[in-house]
């Protein structure tokens, strides 16, 4: 069985632009969330989908948006990048968040210069 | 809010010696809790998941035991491994979907 697969690994972009990740998740799993990983912040939720919906979102700003896709596929995008949000960007998906263990793919490391 | 904190931040040990990592936890209101490995610069690993009705899991030299009343989790491994060396996370969920992590605990096994 296939893990969560991240696309791209790496990305470099520079302030005020925008950035659009991918995240497939482990056939038949139906949650989706994302997380922002820093050396300061350490790990931090962003949001979680679920059957194309959002269920939960964290405390961060609204340049930061997702959506998920009917196969469960799902992208996050954010807007007008900043400095500080180099970070690596993980996703993890399960069958349902509540019950289940989550398995993360590998990531995108995103550089912001 | 929920927080996680996990002592020791790091930790250095020898090949072959038992070990324990702690973890904390403020709000006891939670669904379950994870432990997870990080290898630098990787994904994480789930190692193992506990629901709040349990009290312990184990697989292989690892056992996970948690006291939710406390608001305590400790990670025992057995027989430590150059292999073993890696950042273990805690992570608890509440709020129903969302998993709040601790900042980790640096793990050196040394042959």
Known sequence: ???VTQTP???IKTRGQQVTLSCSP?????SVSWY????GQGLQFLFEYFSETQRNKGNFPGRFSGRQFSNSRSEMNVSTLELGDSALYLCASSWDISTDTQYFGPGTRLTVL | KQEVTQIPAALSVPEGE???LNCSFTDSAIYNLQWFRQDPG??????????SSQREQTSGRLNAS???SSGRSTLYIAASQPGDSATYLCAVLSGYSTLTFGKGTMLL???
Do not use: E, F
Request: no cysteine; hydrophobic share 35%; net charge positive.
């Open chain 1, 1 to 3: 069985k296939a893990g």
């Open chain 1, 9 to 11: 690994r790496y990305l």
């Open chain 1, 26 to 30: 482990i056939s038949g799993h139906r």
């Open chain 1, 36 to 39: 922002q990983q820093t050396p």
């Open chain 2, 18 to 20: 038992n070990l324990v």
């Open chain 2, 42 to 51: 990787k994904g994480l690993t789930s190692l193992l998941l506990i629901q």
């Open chain 2, 66 to 68: 948690l006291d939710k």
């Open chain 2, 109 to 111: 096994v040394s042959p």
